[in-house]
Structure formats: C-alpha cells, structure tokens
C-alpha cells in the first residue's frame, strides 16, 4: 500500500481564520514532505520532516506553521493567510529523507478570500 | 538548487502515436522521478529511475546519469494520458525534491 491520505480536499477560508490541514501514511515511513502548487506551476517544497523533526524550512512565511505529532501524521497549521496563498497543497512521504521516492497525496486545493 | 529542464512544453497526440518527454538536470542525482499530474492534482508514481531502464507496460523510462538527461517514453497513446508530465530530480547530498516545469499532454482521439 503506497497511499498517502489528505483532509479536507478542498478548504475555502477568510484571511482571519485558522484551519489546518492534515496528511496521514501507514506505510511506516519517517519522513514527510509539504509542498505548494500554484496553478500551472510545479510544486515547490516548503518543509520536510525527517524523524518527526523539522529538518527543512524553505523560507515560508511564518503564518504556515508545520506540526508532526507521530510518525504517521503532518499537519499544516494555517492563519492570517493571504489572497496569493491560494494554491494547491500536497503532502509527501518517503521511507527516510534523502535519495529515497517520495509518494504525493491527491492534496487540498485551498482558496483564500 | 540543481536545475531541471523539460521539453517540450506542450505536445498533442493523436491517439495511437508514440512520444519522448525529454528531462535535462544540471548535476549528479541521488534520486529522479517521473510522476503523472491528472486534472484533479494528483501526483501519480510512473518511475523512481536515478539511473538505467524500467519499463512499465505502454511506458518506459532510461535515465543516463554520466549525461544528466531522462526520457519518457509512451507508446500507443490514450485519452486518459494527457494531463502534465512531471520530472523531479534530488541532486546527490543536497535530500530535496526539484520539479521540472512539466510537460502538458493533450491526446486527441
């Protein structure tokens, strides 16, 4: 099973509200990825988690707040976005960090407005 | 960051025509993959090829790492293999996914 989950699919929310979004795997891997999609454009890597801990950060605003509670489970904390962070985002995993294939979630299409 | 390039852009087929996807990197890799984005967003694994040949039914993929190139190749095209065709490279060292700009393809019936 090479299934990586994402919730909600789609999230509308206004520039003042918190949501957050959620990736789960149980194929046992220990490391976990989130990366953004602008429309016509490829995804680009915001943080990756090796081991439950942060161990890339890619310059994101700090209004995206990352979590790792267990192995299995990332989270995307999100508040005060902006308009432009409108995107679709993807949640990855691979067995360990580094070298190794990377298996993408269907994402949550988010709109700010 | 490494550098990775794809081509062509765009490409429409009619279907039953046969296609190379073109992926140039700009340093030696520890990890590329080719994935397959559908209307919907999601990333499909096609191939996970640092280096040599794979072939997977209508599609096959060779990596020549000494020269820092990828192709995809389809045969026998459908319908359901258009959408956008990613290459993704991780430069040897440096652990991060970089993503081509894509390949759309539109095959017509």
């Known amino acids: 099973d090479t299934e990586v989950t994402q919730t909600p699919k789609h999230l509308v929310m206004g520039m003042t509200n918190k949501k957050s979004l959620k990736c789960e795997q149980h194929?046992?891997?220990?490391?976990m990825y989130w990366y953004k999609q602008k429309a016509k454009k490829p995804p680009e890597l915001m943080f990756v988690?090796?081991?439950?801990?942060?161990?890339i950060n890619e310059s994101v605003p700090s209004r995206f707040s990352p979590e790792c509670p267990n192995s299995s489970l990332l989270n995307l904390h999100l508040h005060a976005l902006q308009p432009e962070d409108s995107a679709l985002y993807l949640c990855?995993?691979?067995?360990?960090?580094?070298?190794?294939?990377?298996?993408f979630g269907p994402g949550t299409r988010l709109t700010v407005t | 960051g490494i550098q990775v390039e794809q081509s062509p852009p765009d490409l429409i087929l009619q279907e039953g025509a046969n296609s190379t996807l073109r992926c140039n990197f700009s340093?030696?890799?520890?990890?590329l993959q080719w994935f397959h984005q559908n209307p919907w967003g999601q990333l499909i694994n096609l191939f996970y090829?640092?280096?040599g040949t794979k072939q997977n039914g209508r599609l096959s993929a060779t990596t020549v790492a000494t020269e820092r190139y990828s192709l995809l190749y389809i045969s026998s095209s459908q319908t359901t293999d258009s959408g956008v065709y990613f290459c993704?490279?991780?430069?040897?060292?440096?652990?991060?996914?970089?993503f081509g700009t894509g390949t759309r393809l539109t095959v017509i019936p």
């Open positions: 990855a995993s691979s067995q360990y960090y580094g070298g190794y294939e990377q298996y």
């Open positions: 194929m046992g891997h220990r490391a």
């Open positions: 988690y090796s081991y439950e801990k942060l161990s």
């Open positions: 340093d030696s890799v520890n990890n």
């Open positions: 090829i640092p280096s």
């Open positions: 993704a490279a991780e430069q040897t060292g440096a652990n991060n996914l970089f």
